[in-house]
């Protein structure tokens, strides 16, 4: 039976930041670098963002990011 989990990570480890690098060459693909507002893993680990994992089978296949701004929020990272 597979087991899927989402929960609050710290984006600083080794299999997270391989997946930020592949998302970012996929995007650096798709879009012209002033179009790409792509946060880095220390812009990730600010109190000011809520950093979620999900993992299938223990092995995380997806992320994504809550950035609280004054009066709103963005989804970055996902």
């Given at each position: 039976m597979t087991t899927i989990s989402i929960a609050a990570e710290a984006p600083d480890q080794p299999e997270i930041i391989a997946m930020l690098h592949a998302s970012d060459a996929y995007m650096d693909g798709l879009y012209p670098p002033e179009n790409n507002?792509?946060?880095?893993?220390?812009?990730?680990?600010?109190?000011?963002?809520?950093?979620?994992?999900?993992?299938?089978?223990?092995?995380?296949?997806?992320?994504?990011?809550?950035?609280?701004?004054?009066?709103?929020?963005?989804?970055?990272?996902?």
């Open positions: 507002y792509m946060l880095d893993v220390a812009d990730l680990m600010v109190t000011a963002i809520s950093f979620l994992v999900a993992h299938r089978d223990g092995a995380a296949i997806g992320c994504a990011a809550l950035a609280r701004r004054d009066g709103y929020a963005e989804i970055k990272r996902m």
